[in-house]
Each structure stands twice: as C-alpha cells, then as structure tokens.
C-alpha cells in the first residue's frame, strides 16, 4: 500500500469559488448567528453550527472548484471563521447603534430642537461608545460588549441569571468561540481537499464503497498484508455481508472515468461501546487495480 499523495493543486476557479463562499457564506452565516442569536444563543451549539455549515459551503467551492491542497482549505477556512465572527459582532453593532437611535434621538430632538440631523446614528453610538470605552465605532463596541461581558443561563430559564462572564476572561470566551467556529470549518474543509483525485481525468473519485468486512481474529493478518501489498490468499478472509462487531471494514474509492488509476482503500476497526456501533480509521492507501482484484 502507498500513500495518497495529493497533487496540490489549486486552479484559479477554485479560488474564485472559494472567495465567493468565504464573503458571501461567511457575512451570511454570521447575519444569522446574531439574528436567531437575539431570540436565544446556545453557547457552544451556535459556533459548532455557524462553523459546520461555513465548512460545507467551502467544502462545496472545493469539489465544484477541483481544490486539493488542504492547505489552501485550512487557510480559507480559518479565513472563514474570522468573517462569520466578525460579521455577527458587526450586525450586532448595528444593532446597538439603532437601539440607541431609537432610544435617545426622541430626547435629543427636543432638547436641541434644529440640530436633530447633526446627530447621526453613528454619532448618538459613538458618544456613547467613547464615554464608556475611549474608543469609537466598530472596535469601541468589541470594548463595550467586553465591557458589559455575557451571562449564561440554562435553556427554559430566563429567571436564573446563571454565570456571568466579564473582562478579562471574556476574551477568552470569545478566542473559544472563533476557535469552535473555524476549527470546524477547517476539519471540514481540509478532509473535503483530501480526498482522492485522478490527476489523468481531472477529478474526483467516487465516494465511499464498501468492499467488505473481516472477522476479528483475520484482522493482523490483513493490515500485514496490505502493508506488504501481499494480497494473495486474503481476498477469501473479506465476507460481502455485514458481520457483527468487532470487525474491520474495508472501503474502497475509485476513479468514476478510468480503471487504470490506483484505487483508494481505508480500513475501519468497528467496535461496539454502550449498544452503539464506533468506526474508526485503522489505515488508508493506494493499491493498484490489480492487486484490488486480489481482494474481490
Ligand atoms: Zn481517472
């Protein structure tokens, strides 16, 4: 078995795909998390989400756009994280430069009768923000909702204050958050620009195959021959019927165009824990087609 080593390639379209799902996907996604954020935020669900559905969006411009070079998916990912976060803080702070329009422009147009329009939204805000912080605009209202920090509450609770967290641990609370955010969308993205790709046809291989699953007991003996690209007299251990746990199962990716590229093989370990069935990833490569049909 070889590695997959991957060509790195990143066409132009697919950048151009991937920069239109990071501004487009990202303020979205950020619009939402502040706009269903103001009826109730689930701390923790909210940016495993927000950074779930960013990560799909790219992994979307990574298939259409033949990006496979993780790298550059790890950047725009991370890029992405940054967006949808700073979008929701800014949708935020229009939000609070409107409350306050609302609130104090009344008072302010009575009180100073003719000089009601020198007093933009921006300006009311930004008096505020400087009395409060001693910075204006975008960056004074990060220091300000620092400043007032988060409380959180149980869900169904609005009469528990819960914990209240504020400077400075709310810049950790925030770091949390963005990492949650982009830290999903990277694993999503990166596995997306991973998979395999057939250089010679100029795409993607099919998605997963299962070959078929090995008792337990033969598992040594096949991981050894597969690591050896010994498969001679193994292709009778795999059954084509699914066998009760513990057992390992192969799983096989292939170019949808030609048969003369190597087929992509991964090996799962299933394990029983607590009625559930768990995979996980034991080994993974190429083999050629030929030694393939030693398998089937
Ligand atoms: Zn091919």
């Known amino acids: 078995m070889k590695n997959y080593l991957p060509s790195n390639h990143v066409p132009v379209l697919g950048i151009l795909f991937m920069l239109l799902v990071l501004v487009i996907g990202g303020i979205t996604i950020g619009f939402l998390m502040h706009f269903i954020g103001k009826l109730i935020y689930l701390i923790l669900f909210f940016p495993l989400g927000a950074g779930a559905i960013g990560g799909f969006a790219l992994a979307q411009a990574i298939k259409s756009g033949k990006v496979r070079n993780k790298y550059m998916a790890i950047i725009f990912a991370s890029l992405m994280g940054l967006i949808i976060y700073s979008s929701y803080f800014y949708f935020k702070y229009e939000n609070f430069k409107n409350g306050v329009y609302e609130t104090f422009s009344l008072q302010l147009q009575n009180s100073e009768n003719n000089q009601q329009t020198a007093f933009s939204k921006d300006k009311l805000s930004d008096l505020i923000l400087v009395n409060e912080t001693g910075m204006k605009g975008f960056l004074g209202f990060i220091k300000y909702s620092a400043k007032i920090g988060v409380s959180i509450s149980k869900v169904g609770r609005s009469s528990d204050r819960g914990i209240a967290i504020k400077e400075p641990w709310i810049w950790g609370y925030y770091l949390v ?107 993974s490569g190429m083999i050629t087609p030929e030694e393939y049909q030693k398998l089937i």
């Open 177 to 283: 958050e963005l990492s949650l955010i982009a830290g999903l969308a990277i694993i999503i993205a990166a596995d997306s620009a991973s998979q395999p790709f057939c250089e010679r046809c100029d795409s993607w291989y099919s998605d997963d195959l299962i070959v078929g699953y090995i008792p337990e007991t033969e598992a040594d003996k096949i991981i050894y021959a597969l690591k050896n690209n010994n498969l001679h007299d193994v292709g009778s251990l795999i059954s084509k019927f699914k066998l009760t746990a513990p057992c390992l199962k192969i799983v096989q990716q292939h170019c949808l165009n030609c048969q003369s590229e190597d087929i992509y093989l991964k090996v799962f370990k299933i394990e029983e824990k607590n009625g559930q069935e768990n995979e996980s990833k034991v080994l």
